[in-house]
C-alpha cells in the first residue's frame, strides 16, 4: 500500500517530468490558493448552518 508520503513524492516527480522545475512553484502556487479558498468557502457554509439551526430552535420555541 503506498502511503502519504510516497504519492507526494511520486506526484512532485511526476510533476517535475510533465511541467518542468519552473512550472511546478506555479502549480504550487496555484493549488494553495485553491485550498485556502476551499477551506474559507467551508468555514462560511458551516457558520450558514449553524445561523439556520439557530433560527429553527428559535421557531421551535
Known amino acids: 500500500m503506498?502511503?502519504?508520503t510516497e504519492l507526494i513524492i511520486i506526484l512532485v516527480v511526476?510533476?517535475?517530468i510533465f511541467f518542468g522545475?519552473?512550472?511546478?512553484?506555479?502549480?504550487?502556487r496555484a493549488l494553495g490558493k485553491f485550498t485556502g479558498e476551499f477551506k474559507k468557502g467551508?468555514?462560511?457554509?458551516?457558520?450558514?448552518?449553524e445561523?439556520?439551526?439557530?433560527e429553527i430552535?428559535?421557531?421551535?420555541?
Open 21 to 28: 522545475g519552473k512550472r511546478i512553484g506555479e502549480l504550487g
Open 42 to 49: 467551508k468555514i462560511e457554509s458551516e457558520k450558514e448552518i
Open 14 to 16: 511526476a510533476g517535475t
Open 51 to 54: 445561523a439556520m439551526k439557530k
Open 2 to 4: 503506498i502511503g502519504i
Open 57 to 61: 430552535e428559535e421557531i421551535k420555541k
